[in-house]
């Protein structure tokens, strides 16, 4: 492969690498604290203290960065989250 194509190849997929996108999780007035802890800790491996810090900004601010990561790891979460009847949006 010559080096000009090479150089392109690696900026590309550097690009891809740096496409880091946020997991969002929204409030709302019908899942209960536990629900959306529980949910936390199974789906995007929290710590009980993450999950519960999540879940107390969540309720304050209406929404929370509960992961970040590119858009094919975050979508079976978000699937899941979205699953447990939690609203869930990746941006």
């Known amino acids: 492969m010559p080096v ?3 150089i392109l190849t690696d900026l590309l997929e ?3 690498i740096t496409d880091v996108r946020d997991l969002i999780i929204f409030n709302d007035d019908f899942n209960t604290f536990e629900h959306v ?3 936390l800790i199974r789906v995007c491996k929290h710590t009980p203290e993450q999950a519960e810090q ?3 900004l969540i309720h304050h601010k209406g929404k929370c960065k509960v992961k970040a990561g590119s858009y094919e790891e975050l979508n ?3 699937e899941a989250i979205v699953d447990a009847g939690i609203d869930a ?3």
């Open 14 to 16: 550097a690009i891809e």
């Open 37 to 39: 802890i529980e949910t």
């Open 54 to 56: 999540c879940t107390w």
């Open 4 to 6: 000009q194509e090479q």
């Open 89 to 91: 949006k990746i941006v």
């Open 76 to 78: 079976p979460m978000r």
